[in-house]
């Protein structure tokens, strides 16, 4: 990992979660559409940490 590593991972989920808060308390939807946005985000977040660590190589699944 080169030394600006974990400051580029953390500035990320800085941004996912400042756009999650702001989709959650600024913009009308219903609880289900909200729920669906929130486990999106999350997984897709995961798969990134995942691979970003190297500790999974999933096939096919690229997230940029």
Do not use: A, D
């Not at 929130?38 to 691979?51: A, E, F, G, S, T």
Request: aromatic letters at 10%.
């Amino acid at each position: 990992y080169h030394e600006g590593f974990m400051i580029t991972v953390l500035i990320v989920l800085v941004i996912v979660g400042v756009c999650l808060y702001l989709i959650e308390n600024f913009i009308p939807l219903s609880p289900p559409i909200k729920t669906v946005i929130r486990v999106v985000v999350v997984l897709m977040l995961v798969i990134w940490m995942l691979q970003v660590f190297g500790i999974t190589n999933l096939p096919n699944v690229r997230l940029r």
